[in-house]
């Protein structure tokens, strides 16, 4: 009985250690936005942004796509008022402090805001937002503080897009929560990554 035991005890060690083998690498494997839980949640539209599919793993930001790296040769930049796809007051809310937030940290970043003749065009838009204790109990996690989720389409004076940005963040309020996440926008914009 004994050997018995000791065999199936090591075929079983075998067998979990090739399943984590094989499983490990798929589990590590969220290369863009669309592989990722993110892209699951149904409350949040991805209906902005035009490159959802080139969207990988950000710095600062959670989600980003720079076609040309960096953005540091951009030294000017206008902010046009954000738009909310979002459901709700807290969206409308959200999107309404948007464009003051983005225009104070890029130029905490170094950039110029101007409105006319800029180098750098910023559009708006805020997916989520949402308020605590609405609807459901919550003891703590990603949902006990209000939070905004946001997307950001960058283009040059030409129109061209020369990056995209989704990122979601909270704060003490949802005003706080739209300038938490517009400040890691704006270094993730200042990086180019």
Do not use: C
Not at 22 to 29: E, F, I, Q, R
């Amino acid at each position: 009985m004994g050997i018995l035991t000791r065999r199936s005890y090591g075929m079983t060690l075998i067998a979990v250690l090739a399943l984590a083998l094989v499983a490990s690498p798929a589990l590590g494997k969220v290369k863009n936005f669309l592989d990722s839980d993110d892209a699951k949640e149904a409350n949040e539209p991805a209906k902005f942004l035009p490159d959802y599919d080139k969207l990988t793993k950000g710095k600062d930001a959670d989600w980003v796509y720079f076609p040309e790296g960096s953005l540091k040769k951009y030294r000017t930049v206008s902010v046009k008022d954000f738009v909310e796809n979002g459901r709700g007051r807290e969206a409308r809310e959200a999107a309404r402090a948007g464009k003051e937030y983005m225009e104070q940290w890029l130029e905490k970043a170094g950039y110029k805001v101007s409105d006319k003749g800029a180098e750098l065009t910023v559009e708006g838009n805020v997916f989520n937002a949402w308020q605590p204790g609405t609807g459901a109990r919550i003891w703590g996690g990603w949902m006990a503080n209000p939070g905004v989720g946001v997307e950001v389409l960058l283009k040059d004076s030409s129109g061209k897009i020369v990056g995209e940005i989704r990122h979601k963040n909270r704060g003490s309020s949802i005003e706080d929560a739209v300038e938490n996440a517009l400040e890691e926008v704006s270094k993730a914009i200042g990086d180019g990554r």
